[in-house]
């Protein structure tokens, strides 16, 4: 049994419960269409009021995730894992429940519905009531839920749930809690009101600089500068700082002020090291933070691909790629921030996680796909590479991989153009094909005698024939002209079923007889054209299961599972291997590489039997 009011009465609903706001909708809809809008707006700025808290809170988690910005401003430096961001998937819940409220309480007090435009008296009105009424009351009512084990277990222990404060966090918790919230809001508006000085300003102004407040207290991110401080002391007791809010999530016991640290001075509750600590914090911001061990250089794939990061959605990033219908109208203004990247940008950090100690980070080229097949674009796209990987070198990263186009063989000979010109490197190149090659094979079973095979003369093509030979598997190398592809499909026994290994269309596909299974090494992915045919996805690994902090998925891949490519270097960092893998790929180390995976805890993601070679 579920305590009463600490569960939300749309939970079952799952995506669908914005219904629960339909009257609220409609009517605004109906007073802009129907009505006299100037006489009876008020349900058209809850509306408004509802969508500008929605887009507060967004942009202060975009703010957050902004690594490239904020990575040396961070007071906890753990990274927000898929299971933190599931426990915060309904952050809105509370600004939902605030919306009816707030519909409610104006057909219980009319007046409230007939407000003037602007009142300046009421700013010292609501400053007041705050003040007053709705800093203490929040401090008692927070202090209790903390001090009586049963309101903590049943209603406030779902906000601290989660081990890294977010904007979302403030967000986070009971339909009680949130209610007596929607209450300590509400009082300052309401009181203005009665007095006769509220006004529509007013309610926006106060309502979403308290949504501000309380996102810049859960950002993880110290934004407040020490020095204001030491000039101006007092005002250490009239706000707070993310680092003084932060300090209450670890420690649980002290600093539960709603935005004034007065209150916890004169509660005997203010934790003594928070000025110290917020000024350590302070002072090291700007400088270089923890040095990365391993750092996969990513590129933008196209253009509503690039919505797919966490600093832009962040639920988005956590699932798979897909393409969604709100992503058009946001296409323009991506293309117009692509045109800006590629004028001037340089390489930028956008997630990181933790393995073994180790922190890994990606870091993304400012340039998309299509700009790695304009001829007269590469030579600048390498330099954005190479200034990657001496950037990485000169930081004291160990391994660098390069990822997809960025170790493309007409491009920079899979790395081979950087290893050659900086011989000194200390930093370890990585295009991982080594461990690719082996995802590939591992997914072909055990008893194939035959394969077809497009792409033979790439590397990685290479690599894989020479290998299959090596197995006794019969090797057919495709240029794929119709006549001889499909001479060679009549010769060919009628329970055999080809693997096709490289990027075909869909004609070309429909030369492939039923039941073929189509393999694939390159971007971009196989277009899944032939019902009477299986497609394998592009190769890749699970990541060991104590990986820390991962919380946005990479492409088209599941929740922790990352391209083979990346995974390679991840091998290559925990084996400490002192050799750049760049040029063509050694054979004879297919097996190593693959064995070295498994023993680090890399899964792959298909398990069926295969051909490689296991180490016992």
């Known amino acids: 049994m579920v305590a009463f009011l600490s569960a939300w009465p749309w939970d079952n609903l799952g995506k669908y419960k914005y219904v629960v706001l339909g009257p609220v909708f409609a009517k605004a809809f109906f007073s802009i269409i129907y009505e006299d809008f100037q006489k009876d707006s008020w349900c058209f700025h809850i509306v408004a009021l509802y969508l500008a808290r929605c887009l507060i809170y967004q942009l202060w988690v975009s703010y957050n995730n902004m690594l490239f910005i904020t990575r040396n401003r961070k007071i906890l430096e753990q990274g927000v894992d898929f299971n933190q961001i599931d426990k915060e998937w309904d952050w809105d819940n509370s600004l939902m429940l605030h919306t009816l409220m707030a519909f409610i309480g104006c057909y219980i007090f009319p007046f409230l519905q007939n407000l003037p435009l602007w009142d300046s008296k009421g700013v010292i009105?609501?400053?007041?009531?705050?003040?007053?009424?709705?800093?203490?009351?929040?401090?008692?009512?927070h202090r209790n839920f903390h001090n009586k084990d049963y309101l903590f277990t049943n209603y406030h222990s779902l906000?601290?749930?989660?081990?890294?404060?977010?904007?979302?966090?403030?967000?986070?918790?009971?339909?009680?809690?949130?209610m007596v919230l929607?209450?300590?809001?509400?009082?300052?508006?309401?009181?203005?009101?009665?007095?006769?000085?509220?006004?529509?300003?007013?309610?926006?102004?106060?309502?979403?600089?308290?949504?501000?407040?309380?996102?810049?207290?859960?950002?993880?991110?110290?934004?407040?500068?020490?020095?204001?401080?030491?000039?101006?002391?007092?005002?250490?007791?009239?706000l707070y700082t993310p680092t003084y809010h932060s300090l209450h999530h670890t420690e649980k016991k002290t600093n539960f002020c709603?935005?004034?640290?007065?209150?916890?001075?004169?509660?005997?509750?203010?934790?003594?090291?928070?000025?110290?600590?917020?000024?350590?914090?302070?002072c090291n911001a700007g400088k270089n933070s923890k040095v990365p061990d391993f750092v996969f250089l990513a590129h933008v794939v196209d253009i509503t691909s690039a919505l797919h990061v966490p600093f832009v959605f962040r639920s988005i990033a956590s699932m798979p790629y897909s393409i969604k219908l709100f992503f058009l109208p946001l296409w323009p203004g991506v293309f117009v921030v692509m045109l800006a990247m590629w004028l001037k940008a340089k390489p930028f950090l956008v997630s990181f996680y933790k393995l073994r100690n180790r922190l890994h980070q990606t870091w993304v080229v400012p340039r998309f796909g299509f700009q790695y097949f304009i001829p007269y674009a590469t030579e600048g796209i390498n330099k954005q590479i190479e200034k990657a990987i001496l950037r990485a070198d000169k930081l004291g990263v160990k391994v660098i991989s390069l990822a997809a186009l960025n170790k493309n063989e007409a491009l920079n000979g899979?790395?081979?153009?950087?290893?050659?010109?900086?011989?000194?490197?200390?930093?370890?190149?990585?295009?991982?094909?080594?461990?690719?090659?082996?995802?590939?094979?591992?997914?072909?079973?055990?008893?194939?005698?035959?394969v077809f095979l497009t792409g033979a003369t790439s590397k990685l093509g290479r690599a894989i024939a020479l290998y299959l030979c090596r197995r006794k598997v019969r090797v057919l190398m495709l240029t794929l002209s119709t006549e001889r592809f499909q001479n060679i499909q009549k010769e060919a026994p009628a329970e055999c079923q080809p693997y096709l290994v490289q990027w075909i269309t869909p004609r070309e596909q429909g030369w492939a007889p039923s039941g073929t299974h189509f393999h694939q090494f390159v971007v971009p992915p196989i277009l899944s054209f032939r019902r009477d045919c299986t497609y394998g996805d592009l190769a890749a690994m699970r990541l060991p299961q104590d990986v820390q902090g991962l919380g946005s998925c990479e492409y088209t891949m599941e929740r922790g599972v990352v391209h083979a490519c990346h995974a390679g270097g991840v091998v290559h960092s925990l084996e400490g291997w002192t050799h750049h893998e760049v040029g063509a790929l050694d054979v004879d180390r297919i097996d190593l590489v693959w064995n070295a995976a498994l023993k680090h805890g890399l899964t792959p993601v298909s398990s069926s039997p295969s051909i490689l070679t296991k180490s016992h």
């Open 125 to 141: 009105t609501v400053l007041l009531l705050h003040i007053g009424i709705s800093e203490p009351l929040f401090y008692w009512v």
């Open 414 to 450: 899979g790395g081979t153009l950087f290893v050659n010109k900086h011989p000194n490197l200390k930093v370890r190149v990585v295009h991982g094909n080594t461990l690719t090659a082996a995802v590939i094979l591992n997914e072909i079973p055990k008893d194939v005698k035959e």
């Open 159 to 178: 906000h601290h749930s989660t081990p890294v404060q977010t904007p979302f966090t403030a967000g986070n918790g009971s339909l009680l809690e949130n």
């Open 182 to 238: 929607g209450i300590i809001i509400g009082i300052p508006v309401m009181g203005s009101s009665l007095l006769g000085y509220g006004s529509i300003k007013l309610v926006y102004g106060y309502v979403l600089v308290f949504d501000f407040l309380r996102c810049l207290g859960h950002s993880n991110v110290e934004v407040v500068s020490h020095k204001v401080f030491e000039k101006m002391p007092f005002l250490r007791y009239i």
């Open 258 to 282: 709603l935005f004034m640290p007065l209150f916890d001075a004169l509660g005997n509750t203010l934790n003594p090291s928070s000025w110290e600590l917020h000024k350590e914090i302070s």
